[in-house]
């Protein structure tokens, strides 16, 4: 079998092989990048009165605590703090996706809100569908995806290499 047929063949049947791993992280890829622009992907930041944040750990997660729908009891619940000084905002995410926003400099809450694009990144990275997911599904994926674009250059430029060949 020639080498160009041989290339034709693999990229035909990787294409189908992850077509529908790589949609979904095109798809779930395109969300994230606007997150942001659309709050029932991921709340607005809100603005406190301070850009030096005075709240101590301790503060934080007892205002958070104060907050029903954030169920949180202890520093487990917590995923992440993001601390955003030039707005004055503590942002507390918690492991079952909600957000507490807090004023840095009086603890006051901000807002409260899910974060929906938790669950489009856990799409987006395969964790969704197993905590191992993103090795055995999109990393397989991935190194098919660069198979593809080497096959798909070499298909592109083949035609131009006879071409340039059959000048000389």
């Known amino acids: 079998m020639k080498f160009a047929k041989l ?3 693999i990229h035909k049947w990787a294409s189908l092989l992850i077509a529908l791993p790589l949609l979904l992280v095109i798809v779930t890829g395109t969300l994230l990048l606007v997150r942001k622009e659309f709050a029932v992907l991921q709340p607005p930041t809100q ?5 030096i944040p005075s709240l101590d750990f301790s503060s934080i997660l007892a205002q958070t605590k104060t907050v029903e729908q954030a169920n949180v009891a202890s520093w487990q619940d917590i995923d992440r703090l993001d601390i955003r000084p030039s707005k004055g905002v503590i942002k ?4 079952s996706s909600w957000e507490v926003q807090l004023d840095s400099q009086t603890g006051k809450v901000l807002q409260v809100a899910y974060r929906n694009s938790e669950f489009i990144e856990s799409l987006h990275d395969g964790t969704f569908f197993q905590k191992q997911a993103n090795l055995w599904l999109m990393l397989p994926v991935a190194i098919v995806l660069l198979l593809l674009w080497l096959t798909g250059l070499y298909l592109f430029c083949l035609p131009y290499v006879k071409k340039w060949r059959r000048r000389d």
């Open 7 to 9: 290339n034709r063949t």
């Open 47 to 51: 603005h406190g009165i301070s850009a």
């Open 92 to 95: 507390v995410r918690t492991k």
